[in-house]
């Protein structure tokens, strides 16, 4: 089965209560070790009651694993709103004439604008 349905079932049963069941179905996600060339698998250690001890630490657990799993398929952004996380980088061009015109820009993204090699 694959790698997302998985998830999406272990998020299911996170959500109605079920940590136990959820975490069962994170770590056949996170330890098979039968890598091939094509699909090659990280063999992490499984995750315990301990490292998940909420509902809220378990969600997590599967959107990080959701991130893992499903690196530049384009759904983290549609993952990150259904459970209701802000975006931890926002990364946006801007150029120097903006901040210096706009009052709005955010002062950290202006730092972040380097200026141009003459």
């Known amino acids: 089965m694959p790698d ?9 049963y996170a959500r109605q209560g079920d940590s136990a069941q959820a975490l069962t179905l ?7 070790c039968a890598s091939t060339l094509n699909e090659p698998v990280a063999c992490l250690a499984a995750l315990t009651a301990a490292d998940v001890p909420t509902p809220q630490a378990m969600l997590d657990a599967i959107l ?3 991130e893992y799993e499903l690196y530049l ?4 952004w549609s993952d990150l709103r259904r459970f209701g996380k802000r975006v931890k980088y926002n990364f946006m061009m801007i150029s120097s004439a903006e901040c210096g015109n706009n009052p709005n820009a955010p002062a950290e993204l202006c730092l972040a604008v380097t200026a141009p090699n003459p």
Not at 4 to 12: C, K, T, Y
Not at 26 to 32: A, D, G, I, L, S
């Open 4 to 12: 997302e349905i998985l998830l999406i079932q272990a998020e299911v």
């Open 73 to 76: 398929q384009g759904v983290h």
């Open 64 to 66: 990080r694993e959701r």
């Open 26 to 32: 994170v770590n056949q996600v996170r330890t098979p």
